[in-house]
């Protein structure tokens, strides 16, 4: 059965930094990695889906890449601003597109 | 931008009551599901649907069921709520494929059973 891992738990930095939040799954026959953020009480935003052919994904400050044959995503998140305050789950999706997903890093932005 | 509307934001309802969470989607996709979210256990799939009148359970569908009966719109059903089934229920949506299915969630609803 497939598991996902997030770490950090938790993360602190102050405005401007650069982070990286981690993310590992146990089964690598997957078909693609999808990053979400998810605010206090709110639904699930999709960031970045990678597919499994691919490496990497970018949308603005965000790069999302991934390692199939280990078991590991990350995203990148440049410039960080109190605004990106939130929780930040990933999912992987091993078929029939259903998602596995891990238990969120969350992050706090302190300008 | 596609949408996936959930019918409530917040739900008190009482133990014993049948309660309908009903959600729906403007993008004419295949797949509908919901999961539930707890603190330290995450999202857990509760049900999923490929196409209208088709369900399949998910790891947690114990004490619900659901109802799919046009493809815009998938309702769970929880025929006697109980207190462990007070937590956060999200829908979500994708298209019919593989690599390329990106998954939209609804904004969620807050149940308390109480």
């Known amino acids: 059965k497939q598991e996902v891992t997030q770490i950090p738990a938790a993360l602190s930095v102050p405005e401007g930094e650069n982070l990286v939040l981690n993310c590992s799954f146990t089964?690598?026959?997957?078909?693609?990695l999808q990053w979400f953020r998810q605010d206090p009480g709110k639904g699930l935003t999709s960031l970045l889906l990678i597919q499994s052919s691919q490496r990497e994904q970018t949308s603005g400050r965000l790069n999302a890449s991934l390692d199939k044959s280990s078991g590991r995503s990350t995203l990148y998140i440049a410039a960080s601003q109190p605004g990106d305050s939130a929780t930040y789950l990933c999912?992987?999706?091993?078929?029939?597109?259903?998602?596995?997903f891990g238990k969120g890093t969350m992050l706090l932005v302190s300008p | 931008d596609v949408k996936v509307t959930q019918s409530s934001r917040y739900l008190v309802k009482r133990t014993g009551e049948k309660v309908f969470l009903e959600c729906v989607q403007d993008m004419d996709h295949e797949n509908m599901f919901w999961y539930r979210q707890d603190p330290g256990l995450g999202l857990r799939l509760i049900y999923f649907?490929?196409?209208?009148?088709?369900?399949e359970k998910g790891d947690i569908p114990e004490g619900y069921s659901v109802s799919r009966e046009k493809k815009e719109r998938f309702s769970l059903i929880l025929e006697s709520a109980s207190t462990n089934q007070t937590s956060m229920y999200l829908c979500?949506?994708?298209?019919?494929?593989?690599?390329?299915?990106?998954?939209?969630f609804g904004q969620g609803t807050r149940l308390t059973v109480v």
């Open positions: 999912a992987v999706n091993s078929g029939y597109s259903t998602l596995t």
């Open positions: 649907s490929y196409d209208v009148k088709m369900k």
């Open positions: 089964d690598s026959a997957i078909y693609n």
């Open positions: 979500a949506s994708t298209i019919w494929g593989t690599e390329n299915t990106e998954a939209f």
